[in-house]
């Protein structure tokens, strides 16, 4: 019975073989078509994969982008509303202690405010006039700031738009005064000048607000592992980086200098000039993507960064899983050659 068995299955493996070698040119062209099947599916596929990746990318910056927008345009209007009521009582400085006072406690978002004039606007009131008022440990104080070791006039939030002419955003800074109210944290100030009656500029009205939202904010997007975002200013500083050590200290214009980095030179002027788009550049001997796009409200530039085998991890995953057919249509090629040369040779 098992000898029988035995002649069966041999019998049934010759007639495989033999059908095998009948079809063999047959098989080789699957093979072939198989292969050429594989690649196109490759091709096409780490197209798709990039794309969705992109996409998903884009995404988490518009998000973010329209969530900083948002809010920093509720800042400016709170603001805003501000300047006809100090305008029209230009006449009455000490009104303006309340309207300092009224605009911090009105808005969560804004720390302090100052309303600041020109050098002896208000003769009685000296060379230096700015109401200033400012959240402290639950309570809102104001108090007159400005003398000759706290020179407003030298400030970025006073001058700034004083020569602009216009309201501005300006670039974040540390606050490290000695009063002990706002010490080491990471500020920018909407700013906008004063008119009198004849349309000249008298002085600024300037909304401080701190950015431990925004920063949190930014360092919290990971839509990819080992993908990071930041935030740069007009100027290219980084306003947000998850190295700490160059946050406020650096420019990405600074770190393409040390790294003799062209790609990374000319990615911060196109973030700086305020574009969108995305680039595969090297950081670090590592290839990476980093897509970016503009806040519309502040000039700023954010990035999200992701290493491009992250981008392309599902691709390689299909790669891998291709492998194994891979194989089987090489071996439908090659063995009638090997069999046609064998014979020959024979």
Known sequence: MISKLMIMGKSGSSKITEFYFRMKWQFCALGVV?????????????????????????????KMTKYADERMRHIEAAADSMIPQIESHLSQPDMMFDYSR?????????????VSFEPYYFMEKGRYFSPYSYKNNGRIDTEQEGDDEYNYF???WYKVPRKLGRKCWIEPYEETNTTGI?????????????????????????????????SSQVKSQHP???SYCMLLGVKGTYI?????????????FDTAEELADSALAKLGKEMTAGETGYKSITIDDDQRYIFYMPFHETGW??????????????????????????????VLILLPIFYRKKNDNS
């Open 154 to 156: 030298k400030m970025d």
């Open 182 to 214: 706002i010490v080491h944290e990471v500020m920018t100030s909407y700013c906008q000048p004063i008119h009198d009656a004849k349309g000249k500029a008298v002085g600024v009205l300037s909304a401080d607000v701190p950015l431990e939202w925004l």
């Open 34 to 62: 198989v292969i050429v099947a594989l690649m196109l599916m490759l091709f096409f596929s780490r197209q798709s994969i990039q794309q969705n990746a992109m996409n998903e990318a884009t995404l988490t910056l518009e």
């Open 301 to 330: 530039s954010i990035a999200l960064v992701c290493p491009d085998e992250v981008i392309l991890s599902d691709y390689y995953k299909l790669i891998y899983a291709s492998i194994p057919l891979f194989i089987i249509a090489l």
């Open 102 to 114: 009224e605009l911090v406690s009105n808005h969560p978002d804004i720390k302090g405010c100052s």
């Open 240 to 252: 947000v980086h998850p190295d700490n050590e160059k946050q406020l200290k650096k420019t990405i």
């Open 224 to 226: 990819m592992p080992q």
